[in-house]
């Protein structure tokens, strides 16, 4: 006999997949976009600490790449506190959808 | 067989907890209670058991505590009364929703205001929907031989859910009476060894605990709790027929007392059930055909089985020993719950008894007969609910 | 273990332990909060968090974000749920259930589980000695019911329970002091931190992990939502907030307290 759809609850509602807000994309939520302007980059990764979303992707060798659009809020953090190179950021912040 | 000694209910139910070992305990001390964990802290200190114990500064703490511990994943008891357990009162459900098999000896206590130490069930039937399996005891015997049963239960793969021992404060908690202890093997063998579920201690695999579950499935969530619960009363008797196997003492979900070709019956819980049982021996002696039929496990209700006890009774005589203000007595409302199940309505009448540690003695118990006998030879039922033993 | 070096670049190749796809607002400075402390250390760590916003958006049904064992049951009792946890750990180990696998404790909380309903179980906890570090993120009001006062709300500050009105201007009384009150206890390690200066911030989280016993630290962590000001500007703020002496950085190590971020 099939189980009822509650008979497949987990046990006490625990979360067994850590993790697991990976599968939930928050980028929807954006109504501002971070713009990378790679040559203005220096590399610092103040916009990887501070990224409240987890969304700069960072690659092996510890150096920034695209954003992930699919988690980033466009809170605008990472461009605020973006150091740039000679006065010019290497972030900064779009109107969505423009 | 077990060596048999002189002790208090508490006495028996620290000594159950010492035989069981558990891994951590975290109470705090509330009379009539405070003798349990206060007996059960030497044995800790004794090295007697390997218990962390945790000496909280609030009974909330001491749920919270035992919640975090239950889901590390090991053994966890703590002990409380009156109060204690009204202050747990958030945690408690926590608990149950969490499927997190922790065991409370609760020593019934009246509730404040006005203040009073003594022993009745208002705190017990006030945690009745708190999703805990509430099991209650007569006497410091079942008191000890229920704590063990109740981790079995609890423990069980098909359940994991809390449960509470309950016995009657003072009364029960601090009276000395002769128990026969088990041997500490046949504790050990019992009891078995604990079982995690999920441990957060299981650090890589890690598990989220207490995740917001909306309106989109916490309905389900309930459903699902429910179901566990109906499943108790069958672990409950394989739980309770091990331990005939291993002691020879018998344990249902009641106790049904001269109750075969009974016409009355009386139903009441714990230790008034012990005075009620000399009084029911004195009206047969007399050729009245009465029984009583003691609740042994309050939650879940065994609504089906006690109906079918009750139902060749033409008259039932609720007592409770908590009140519902406004309502009728918890115990009588279960008894009439499973009444409804039945093809011949008995009369029902719901005395409230006892309260704030009242004493509860042979004339009420009588008078309560008297008039039972007269409803069931009326079928009529003047007043529904009233109070017993109260001075007018 | 020996203690993780904190460079930026060597950091930024580890795994997040607080992952994205929680539901914090935008620009919410909670969760930078929170991937710092994880970030500072590779010891394996077992959390409890209080029930409050980052408690109530890092976990729903089957989404967390969580990578470490996390616990929530309610909201006064993230000490109590730790010292739980702790004991249960200290217990298996001790008894050789389970093998030492040099696990630290964790509780979060806002400032109203922290300074408010759950300071009595915070106390407690602390008093008992356990093994963990409680880590309140400090938005000063509850802000995840709707930006009301705590008692780590400023004096002044126009709340949603007390509001800026024609008679009452604000709030009317001074905040709680609980990172002093913390120290009071007597514990081996309380600091207050600033997720700006995350250096700081995770030498502290280090410092507190090789030290046995209850560990205190006060976070503060910008609201964009209860502060009235921008998704942007939460690090900013929270830079500020040092540079102003509104949030000293400071350390108090047995007693002995060191500011750790002198402000120019």
């Known amino acids: 006999m099939s189980k009822k759809f509650w008979e497949e609850l987990p046990q006490g509602s625990v979360v067994l997949e850590a993790g697991s807000s990976a599968e939930f994309k928050t980028g929807g939520w954006r109504s501002m976009r971070p713009k990378w302007i790679e040559e203005n980059c220096i590399q610092c990764l103040f916009c990887w600490m501070y990224c409240p979303d987890m969304s700069v992707k960072v690659n092996a060798e510890g150096k920034r790449e695209e954003f992930d659009f699919d988690f980033c809020k466009g809170c605008g953090i990472c461009a605020l506190e973006c150091p740039g190179k000679k006065g010019n950021k290497a972030i900064v912040m779009e109107e969505e959808g423009k | ?392 | 273990m020996t203690t993780k070096p904190l460079k930026l670049r060597e950091l930024a190749k580890g795994e997040d332990r607080f992952t994205h796809g929680h539901r914090m607002c935008a620009g919410c400075g909670a969760p930078i909060v929170v991937k710092q402390v994880l970030m500072a250390t590779d010891y394996p760590i077992i959390a409890s968090n209080a029930t409050g916003c980052l408690e109530v958006s890092s976990c729903i049904q089957q989404y967390t974000a969580w990578k470490i064992p996390w616990m929530h049951s309610a909201f006064e009792n993230a000490a109590a749920t730790i010292s739980g946890i702790e004991a249960m750990y200290r217990s298996l180990v001790k008894q050789g259930k389970i093998e030492d696998k040099e696990v630290k404790f964790i509780a979060f909380g806002g400032d109203g589980g922290t300074y408010d309903i759950g300071f009595q179980s915070l106390s407690g906890a602390m008093e008992r000695g356990h093994d963990m570090l409680y880590i309140c993120y400090d938005n000063g009001a509850y802000m995840n019911t709707g930006i009301q006062r705590s008692s780590a709300t400023p004096f002044g500050a126009n709340t949603t329970t007390c509001p800026a009105g024609d008679v009452i201007p604000g709030k009317l009384q001074h905040r709680k002091d609980l990172t002093r009150i913390m120290a009071a206890h007597g514990i081996p390690y309380v600091a207050q931190a600033s997720p700006a200066n995350w250096r700081d911030m995770m030498k502290k989280v280090q410092k507190a992990f090789e030290i046995k016993g209850p560990k205190f630290m006060n976070v503060i962590s910008p609201c964009n939502r209860g502060w009235r000001s921008k998704t942007n500007d939460a690090i900013a703020l929270s830079k500020l907030a040092v540079e102003t002496c509104y949030w000293p950085l400071f350390e108090i190590e047995n007693g002995v307290t060191r500011v750790t971020v002198k402000p120019k």
Not at chain 2, 275 to 301: A, H, M, S
């Open chain 2, 1 to 392: 067989m077990g060596k048999i000694v002189a002790v208090t209910g508490n006495e028996a139910c620290a000594q159950a907890l010492k035989q069981i070992n558990p891994d951590v305990c975290a109470a705090y001390p509330i009379t009539p209670a405070t003798d349990l964990m206060q007996r059960f802290s030497s044995y800790v200190n004794d090295g007697k058991v390997d218990t962390e114990l945790v000496l909280v500064e609030s009974e909330h703490s001491a749920m919270s505590a035992c919640i975090g511990a239950a889901a590390a994943g090991g053994r966890v008891a703590t002990a409380t009364s009156s109060q204690g357990l009204a202050l747990m009162w958030e945690m408690l459900h926590i608990a149950a929703g969490t499927r997190l098999p922790i065991v409370m000896p609760l020593v019934n206590r009246a509730l404040s205001a006005p203040l009073n130490i003594h022993g009745d069930h208002s705190d017990g039937m006030g945690a009745r929907d708190t999703g805990w399996i509430q099991i209650y005891s007569e006497n410091a015997q079942e008191a000890y031989d229920n704590t063990f049963q109740a981790f079995r239960i609890a423990e069980h793969l098909d359940i994991r859910l809390p449960a509470m021992v309950c016995m009657d404060g003072f009364i029960v908690s601090h009276s000395i009476e002769r128990v026969e202890y088990i041997d500490d093997a046949d504790v050990k063998s019992f009891v078995g060894k604990f079982q995690a579920v999920n441990p957060l201690l299981d650090i890589d695999n890690p598990k989220s605990y207490g995740p917001l579950i909306l309106t989109d499935l916490y309905h389900e969530y309930k459903r699902a709790q429910h179901e566990v619960m109906t499943k108790v009363p069958n672990i409950a008797l394989e739980v309770a027929a091990d331990f005939e196997k291993m002691t020879g003492r018998k344990y249902g979900l009641f106790e049904p007392y001269r109750l075969d070709d009974a016409e009355i019956a009386i139903v009441v819980m714990s230790s008034a059930a012990g005075t009620t049982k000399d009084i029911i021996d004195n009206y047969r002696d007399k050729g009245v055909k009465i029984g009583l039929l003691k609740p042994r496990l309050f939650r879940p209700f065994p609504y089906l089985e006690i109906a079918n006890a009750l139902k060749d009774v033409k008259a039932i005589a609720v007592l409770d020993r908590a009140d519902s203000f406004g309502g009728y007595g918890p115990l009588f409302s279960e008894i009439t719950g499973a009444v409804m199940s039945m093809d011949t309505k008995p009369a029902v009448t719901n005395k409230i008894f006892g309260l704030g540690g009242r004493d509860y003695l042979p004339d009420q118990a009588e008078k309560v007969i008297d008039e039972l006998i007269k409803v069931a030879e009326t079928g009529k039922v003047e007043n529904i609910k009233e109070y017993i033993g109260v001075r007018e």
